[in-house]
Each structure stands twice: as structure tokens, then as C-alpha cells.
Nanobody, 124 residues
Framework: QVQLVESGGGLVQAGGSLRLSCAAS????????MGWIRQAPGKEREFVAA????????VYADSVKGRFTISRDNTKNTVYLQMNSLKPEDTAVYYC?????????????????WGQGTQVTVSS
């Protein structure tokens, strides 16, 4: 059973920071590329960030580049998303996702496993 459990979401003021965590189990975490995808109310899902299995390669959506940082700790089977300088338009449910392969992909349909999501709300 593959399980991805996000945590760290909540309410934060614009300009603030938040760190999301995703704990993975039931898969060889160190061999899989990981990503974060978000979905705002009434909008389509949007790729946010991805990281290769070793952490050597990362890719970001233009909307978050320079503000968000994806990282992983393979000894803890955990991937993180550090979000700084948050804006109201960052408000969304954030999903952790895992690929079958180890490389990075910037499209959400390349991810086979998904967490339940964690809500991030940024106030003005």
C-alpha cells in the first residue's frame, strides 16, 4: 500500500512562510521522483514543483520560482515544500505526488500516487 500524507498546511498572512511535509510509505522512496501539485477553488490543478530521486534536479512553476523550495530527506522518506513570500493567489489545496520513475516531470499527469492534500490559505 502506497501512502502519502501531507502536513503543515494552514492559514498564513501574505508575505509569510509555511513549510509543507509529505511522509511517504509503501514505496521505494529513494528511487522515485516526487512533486507538489496544487488546486485552487474552481480552477484546474497546477504543477508547483518537482524533485528527482536523489534531489539533484528540481523544477518549479514560473509562478513560484524564487519563492518556493522543494527538498527531500531520503533517510526519512519525506519531501518538503518551503513556501516563502506567500501571496493570496497561492491559496489552494496542495498535493504530494510520487512518480513511478526517478526523474523530474513538470506535468501532473506523470504522477501515479497522490496524497489527500493539505489546505493552504493566504490572507491579504
Amino acid at each position: 500500500q502506497v501512502q502519502l500524507v501531507e502536513s503543515g498546511g494552514g492559514l498564513v498572512q501574505a508575505g509569510g512562510s509555511l513549510r509543507l511535509s509529505c511522509a511517504a510509505s509503501g514505496l521505494p522512496f529513494g528511487m522515485r521522483g516526487m512533486g507538489w501539485i496544487r488546486q485552487a477553488p474552481g480552477k484546474e490543478r497546477e504543477f508547483v514543483a518537482a524533485i528527482s530521486r536523489s534531489g539533484g534536479s528540481t523544477v518549479y512553476a514560473d509562478s513560484v520560482k524564487g519563492r518556493f523550495t522543494i527538498s527531500r530527506d531520503n533517510t526519512k522518506n519525506t519531501v518538503y515544500l518551503q513556501m516563502n513570500s506567500l501571496k493570496p493567489e497561492d491559496t489552494a489545496v496542495y498535493y504530494c505526488a510520487a512518480r513511478e520513475g526517478g526523474s523530474v516531470f513538470a506535468t501532473s499527469h506523470e504522477y501515479a500516487y497522490w496524497g489527500q492534500g493539505t489546505q493552504v490559505t493566504v490572507s491579504s
